[in-house]
């Protein structure tokens, strides 16, 4: 099974869709990212603000942090090989990252996609924007 790692900047929770100004690049990249489980790839997201340790580990990503500082991030990586660096790709770059062919369209999967306050995002919410 291909895996899937992205080392994303410090967030307030594991997606970073959250809060009242939620970023569209996110929303799209998280539904991205459910496609790729949907088909059978391995997805692990690693947010700097909850283990920091983990960036510190991998010489790639703590090489990328050394040299662009935070604006290196995300780091993606297929298979512990390097992918992606400063940007989040979209899902037909995701797909070849990890050998898919065809990618759905985003909105399809969009519409399915719920941030960390759930798939409504109607949870009430602490003042750190997350639930």
Do not use: H
Request: glycine share 10%; hydrophobic share 35%; aromatic share 4%.
């Amino acid at each position: 099974m291909k895996t899937l790692t992205v080392y994303d900047p410090a967030m307030c929770c594991s997606t970073g869709i959250c809060g009242t100004d939620i970023d569209q690049q996110l929303v799209d990249f998280a539904a991205d990212l459910d496609w790729l489980k949907s088909e059978g790839i391995e997805v692990r997201r690693i947010n700097l603000s909850q283990e920091p340790a983990l960036f510190a580990e991998n010489e790639q990503v703590k090489n990328i942090l050394q040299n662009d500082g935070v604006e290196g991030l995300p780091v993606i990586l297929a298979d512990d090989e390097m992918q992606s660096a400063g940007q989040y790709p979209d899902r037909t770059k995701l797909a070849q990252m990890v050998g898919l062919t065809a990618a759905q369209p985003v909105e399809q999967a969009a519409a399915t996609a719920g941030g960390c306050c759930g798939p409504a995002g109607d949870a009430e919410q602490s003042s750190s924007g997350c639930c």
